[in-house]
Nanobody, 127 residues
Framework: QVQLVESGGGLVQAGGSLKLSCTAS????????MAWFRQAPGKEREFVAG????????AYADSVKGRFTISRDNAKNTVYLHMNSLKPEDTAIYYC????????????????????WGQGTQVTVSS
C-alpha cells in the first residue's frame, strides 16, 4: 500500500520558520515529480512548490517564491518544504503529492495531475 506521510507542521509566529517532511512508503518515488500543495479554510487546494526527481526542474507559486524551498532526498524517499519568513496568510493544511503518470520532467500544478496524496499537516502562523 502506497502511503505519503507528512510531518513538521505546527504553530509559529509571523516571520518564523518551519520545515515540513513527506516520507513515502510502499513504492519508490525517486523517479517521479513530487509537490506540496496547501488548502486554507474555505479555499481551494493550491500548488505551493514542486520538483522533478533530479532537482533540475523546480517550480514555486508566486506567493512563496524567495521564502520557501523544496528539496528531496531520494535515498530516504522523502521530500521537504523549508518555509521561512512565514506570514499569517500561509496558514493552511499542507499536503504532499506524488505524480507517477505523464512526464517525469515537467511539474504540473493542478490537483488532478497528482496520483498520491498525504493526509496533510496543519501550519498555523500567528500575527
Amino acid at each position: 500500500q502506497v502511503q505519503l506521510v507528512e510531518s513538521g507542521g505546527g504553530l509559529v509566529q509571523a516571520g518564523g520558520s518551519l520545515k515540513l517532511s513527506c516520507t513515502a512508503s510502499g513504492r519508490a518515488f525517486s523517479g517521479f515529480p513530487m509537490a506540496w500543495f496547501r488548502q486554507a479554510p474555505g479555499k481551494e487546494r493550491e500548488f505551493v512548490a514542486g520538483m522533478i526527481w533530479s532537482g533540475g526542474n523546480i517550480a514555486y507559486a508566486d506567493s512563496v517564491k524567495g521564502r520557501f524551498t523544496i528539496s528531496r532526498d531520494n535515498a530516504k524517499n522523502t521530500v521537504y518544504l523549508h518555509m521561512n519568513s512565514l506570514k499569517p496568510e500561509d496558514t493552511a493544511i499542507y499536503y504532499c503529492a506524488a505524480r507517477i503518470t505523464g512526464s517525469r520532467y515537467y511539474i504540473e500544478e493542478g490537483v488532478s495531475d497528482y496520483d498520491y496524496w498525504g493526509q496533510g499537516t496543519q501550519v498555523t502562523v500567528s500575527s
